[in-house]
């Protein structure tokens, strides 16, 4: 049987800073920022100078959804243009993974930021 000494806390091996979670929640939000803001590409279709597709590319690094319209020069969406989706499983998993490397990457450089720090200071190092 393994005792605890009462002055001593107990910590886990994933437990953080409360500021590392205050950064990891900003990064957090600026990947999902940079995943859900479409990447917009403009481009004339055929011989028709006049009519141009746009194709919203959702996802980053790696688009995962990618949606084309067919529009006119004024902005009017056409019948005669269909509507494509495509969807990408395989990059929509190395987005995430993307996403994960970057989270872990802040999280240890954030928190050996702060344990370099408190071992300055109780080393006496100003």
Do not use: C
Request: proline fraction near 4%; charged fraction near 15%.
């Amino acid at each position: 049987m393994t005792t605890v000494e009462p002055n001593k806390a107990h910590t886990g091996y994933l437990q953080f800073h409360l500021s590392t979670a205050v950064i990891l929640m900003f990064t957090t939000g600026g990947i999902m920022w940079a995943n859900f803001v479409p990447f917009t590409l403009k481009a004339h279709f055929g011989d028709v100078p006049d009519k141009d597709v746009i194709s919203s590319h959702y996802g980053w690094p790696w688009p995962f959804i990618k949606i084309t319209n067919g529009k006119d020069s004024n902005g009017v969406l056409h019948n005669s243009f269909n509507v494509f989706t495509d969807w990408s499983g395989k990059n929509e998993i190395l987005d995430l993974s993307v996403g994960l490397a970057i989270l872990t990457v802040v999280w240890m450089i954030s928190e050996g930021w702060i344990r370099f720090r408190e071992r300055r200071r109780k080393s006496g190092v100003q």
